[in-house]
């Protein structure tokens, strides 16, 4: 592995989708940029998501669709982005949903069309009788998360920025109100500015220098199919479920209920997959009944920081006033070339030039309270709780 | 501390009770699993025996479970004659019902959970049941895997030719399911598995034209090698196979040494150089592994090859390690399997003992591989459902599919990667699609490892294992659907949080808006 360097312009904790996409985006401006990761690159949700990127709820909205088109010759890597997406759905209930989602995304000046069940199958072949309608996003898309994340750590690299994997960052180093370094078990990096976007473990991070960034941590399950016949619009989705075809022709789709875990500085312990694959490949045979034949060949769980709002926070802090904090809540990879530009201009700028972000500052949550994740229910399962339903005859006499 | 609130869209609370609950449940039927559950059942315990076999034709042709490689007859379409010929082939299974036990066929086990880290809303241990048909969750209180050991495979030019089988491919074929159709074979490897290989092909009548072997000098004992009158071809291996409308016709082998090449005839060529432990379901568990090289690779994590790390689940046989990359002896088999149900029963006894470690079966695997690679031209395929070659694998090439590569993904190979870290097989799988097939990987997941190893100049042991996920068989949609789920998982299904208010528009977000919008989109995340 390589030497650990005595310091840099800005430090990126965190070799996921936003603090890689800021520290490509601080490359570009000149600066000498290390990319800390306690693991390896696009190890957590980065690479784990369903690849979407069409965020019309958020301030970022213009710049993602902005960035997304011209992201392949930008990095000089492929991302496998493909454009447009259509939304469609086998009840009225979820149809109604979309239609509000169409209207929104007009009302922004992005053209949506609506499809009723013929045209829903033209784009999407494998979608059946069961269809009651859709919508077509004619922008947004999705891409190859593995692909993408792994694209910002080859540009990065290629201006000369560095990310070292396998090397966590282990506490913030400040001097006089302001940040000076990170430590690392290979040793101290000294640094101008300090850019958290570790996910889950930021909330550990930043409390060492009486930052409070509030999170909880939970899973997130998906599956993926062998390969069908490309559709026509690869960003096909609905019924409960986001995911998309992949180039490739896999069927990856997620959604359904969560866990909260606990996850220290050091990450998640474990990601497990459970059961509910069965509940998702339910779900997209329904969507897909053309692809009820397909094999399921793999699933996989993530694990996903949200905030109390469910909102990012990306902001530079005041005290100290050379640490930028972000986390996009769950919801990062789509929006990820527009967050690292984001961050790039509160490193260098000191403010956001293309979108206000002022409601993504930490500061909204100065007020909340020490038991807000109990309030919510936003902690893990109990063992007691877990065991509910158990009929008592069922219970390990084993044990 | 205020009111302790609830998560309506979390998990807990939304697994149903399973199908059925059992003392014990036992995967896998052949010599350690039916021996565990004779002891179980004998014992009193309510004991319920799995096995796959006969697996669907359509996963045979997917070397699933097993590298059949594609010799064997029409027979296997016929899933009644194939369920008679398992039944006959396995005469203790009938042994197991008498002493109680209950067995079912042709039934698969594609997961296998435990509550455990981040998974404490799963109320009990379940394992994944299905059929051709319909999938269903069993819960039990032990679990005793008999999972078995499978074929390392090995690619070199046209080993996707019908009648390049695995040493426990054509063992199902001559044995479980009598349907192998070869006559003539040549046999790679010349230690204990290629022995055992060569002795049940006699046993069958069948021919053997020659072992052959990458190494120097033969692997295994010099007289018991001379008793099986075949000709041991050392320090050679196949460089190229012919091939005609039956699969395999001959097979070419090269002297490492000299470069000289012969051509012998034959319509198989089983693949004996190592097992390997089906490991699967244990990994999807999240029990410990470990790599034992002596043990044909990554193995179960246990102190004496029945316990592992989680206290419901046991080892029977060959899936607790294969020493020195070859089945352990039927005897040892049904020994293990005993000791197993008795663990798992808490019932005192005998207490295993790790397998005899001797021959370094991994080592072997990688000097294999590394005569393979000095042998044959890169363009040689290595993931058969990717259709990704050694030296895309190596360049770390992006999948055709992507059109022509950048000129930085060019300059991105293997030499490249490993200076930002050590080998990550889940990363190089990723970007190259190796391994990210229909077969889940059986044909190449250890190849793979192996091909990294000796190009990256360390020893295969160094390279972190490749993870299983379930489904650990590729079963359909439609089988694997849960027609019959929680009704709070119907009810409160969201598709991403459900956190009130994350979908606001940003312009909204603190105006009377915000209800109105999280009512209008019910959580819906299309993002």
């Known amino acids: 592995m390589s030497n650990l360097p005595a310091g840099a312009d800005v430090v990126v904790v965190g070799a996921g989708v936003t603090g890689l996409s800021a520290a490509w985006r601080l490359a570009q401006s000149g600066l000498a940029v290390v990319v800390l990761d306690k693991g390896v690159v696009g190890w957590e949700a980065s690479g784990r998501n369903g690849g979407g990127a069409s965020h019309y709820h958020s301030p970022l909205f213009h710049e993602e669709q902005r960035a997304w088109p011209l992201l392949d010759e930008e990095l000089g890597y492929a991302t496998e982005y493909r454009r447009e997406r259509v939304i469609f759905a086998t009840t009225e209930h979820h149809l109604s949903h979309y239609r509000h989602m169409a209207e929104i995304c007009r009302g922004l000046g992005y053209r949506v069309d609506d499809l009723d069940p013929a045209q829903v199958r033209e784009f999407v072949p494998l979608a059946g009788d069961n269809v009651t309608g859709g919508i077509h996003l004619r922008f947004g898309g999705q891409a190859n998360p593995q692909r993408t994340v792994q694209a910002y750590a080859w540009a990065l690299m290629d201006l000369g920025g560095r990310c070292l994997q396998h090397t966590p960052a282990t506490a913030i180093v400040t001097r006089g109100g302001r940040v000076t370094g990170v430590e690392t078990p290979r040793g101290r990096i000294a640094c101008d500015h300090l850019v958290v976007a570790a996910g889950p473990q930021a909330e550990a991070l930043l409390a060492g220098v009486g930052v409070r960034l509030p999170l909880a941590a939970a899973r997130a399950e998906m599956i993926v199919t062998e390969p069908a016949p490309p559709m026509p619009v690869g960003g096909a989705d609905g019924n409960g479920l986001y995911g998309r075809q992949t180039l490739r022709g896999n069927l990856a789709y997620g959604g359904g209920p969560h866990e909260w875990m606990e996850v220290d500085e050091r990450g998640p312990r474990a990601r497990p997959s459970t059961p509910l694959l069965r509940n998702l490949a339910k779900r997209v045979a329904e969507l897909l009944p053309k692809a009820a034949h397909l094999r399921v060949i793999r699933s996989w769980a993530g694990v996903v920081e949200n905030t109390p709002d469910g909102r990012p926070v990306i902001d530079r802090l005041d005290n100290p006033g050379n640490l930028t904090i972000a986390t996009m809540s769950g919801v990062g990879f789509g929006l990820s070339p527009a967050s690292g530009r984001a961050i790039r201009d509160l490193v260098i700028d000191g403010r956001c030039g293309f979108a206000d972000i002022s409601k993504l500052s930490l500061g909204r949550f100065a007020d909340l309270e020490d038991d807000w994740r109990e309030g919510r229910g936003w902690v893990p399962t109990s063992h007691a709780q877990g065991l509910v339903g158990l009929s008592a005859h069922a219970r390990p006499s084993l044990d | 501390m205020g009111p302790r609130g609830f998560d309506a869209k979390a998990m807990a609370g939304k697994v149903p009770a399973p199908e059925r609950r059992v003392d014990l449940l036992v995967v896998g039927a052949g010599p350690a699993g039916v021996a565990a559950a004779i002891e179980a059942a004998s014992a009193g315990a309510e004991v319920l025996l799995v096995d796959e076999n006969p697996v669907a034709a359509g996963l045979m042709g997917l070397d699933t479970p097993l590298y059949y490689g594609g010799r064997y007859s029409a027979a296997v379409q016929n899933k009644g004659r194939m369920l008679q010929q398992v039944i006959a082939a396995n005469p203790r299974l009938e042994e197991a019902i008498e002493a109680g036990v209950e067995v079912e066929l042709g039934v698969y086990v594609w997961g296998a959970f435990a509550p455990g880290d981040g998974l404490a809303s799963l109320p009990e241990p379940l394992a994944g049941l299905a059929d051709e048909e319909r999938s269903w969750m069993v819960g039990f209180r032990r679990l005793i895997l008999a999972t078995g050991a499978r074929d390392v495979a090995f690619a070199f030019p046209r080993w996707d030719q019908p009648g390049v089988v695995g040493a426990r491919g054509f063992g199902a074929l001559t044995g479980t399911y009598d349907a192998f159709t070869g006559r003539r074979l040549v046999i790679l490897g010349s230690g204990a598995l290629a022995m055992e290989t060569a002795r049940l092909a006699f046993a069958k009548g069948l021919e053997v034209a020659a072992l052959i072997e990458a190494r120097p000098d033969a692997q295994s004992d010099p007289a018991e090698l001379r008793a099986l009158g075949v000709p041991i071809i050392t320090g050679h291996v196949p460089v190229s196979a012919s091939s005609g409308l039956d699969g395999l016709s001959g097979i070419t082998i090269r002297d490492v040494t000299s470069g000289d090449e012969t051509t012998i005839a034959c319509d198989t060529a089983v693949q004996a150089i190592s097992l390997t432990p089906v490991i699967e379901l244990l990994n999807v568990l999240g029990a410990d592994l470990v790599m034992a090289p002596h043990l044909g690779g990554h193995a179960p994590k246990s102190a004496d090859g029945i316990a592992t790390s989680l ?35 808490g019932l005192s006894g005998e207490t295993g003992q790790s397998p005899i470690a001797g021959f370094d079966a991994l080592a072997y695997q990688q000097d294999w591989m590394r005569a393979l690679i000095a042998g044959a031209d890169g363009a040689v395929i290595v993931c058969q459902c990717e259709g990704v070659s050694r030296e895309a694998l190596l360049d770390v090439r992006q999948p055709n599919y992507l059109g022509a590569p950048s000129a930085g993904m060019r300059r991105r190979d293997l030499s490249v990667l490993l200076r930002d870290g050590p080998a990550n097989l889940d990363q190089i799988k990723r970007l190259t699609r190796a391994c990210m097939g229909p077969c889940q990987a059986r044909r190449c997941r250890e190849q793979v490892a192996l091909t990294i190893a000796c190009a990256s100049g360390v020893s295969a042991r160094d390279i972190p294992l490749a993870g299983h996920r379930a489904p650990v068989r590729p079963l359909p949609l439609a089988v694997l659907a849960e027609m019959d789920e929680h009704r709070d998982m119907t009810r409160l299904w969201d598709v991403w949080f459900g956190i009130r208010g994350q979908w606001t528009p940003y312009d909204d977000i603190g105006t009377d808006r915000e209800d109105l919008h999280a009512d209008l989109l019910g959580g819906d995340m299309h993002a």
């Open chain 2, 311 to 345: 206290s419901q689940v046991f080892l029977a046989g060959d899936v607790a390690g294969v020493p020195g990359g070859a089945s352990r002896p039927l005897e040892a088999a049904r020994l293990s399997g005993r000791m197993a149900a008795r663990a798992a029963l």
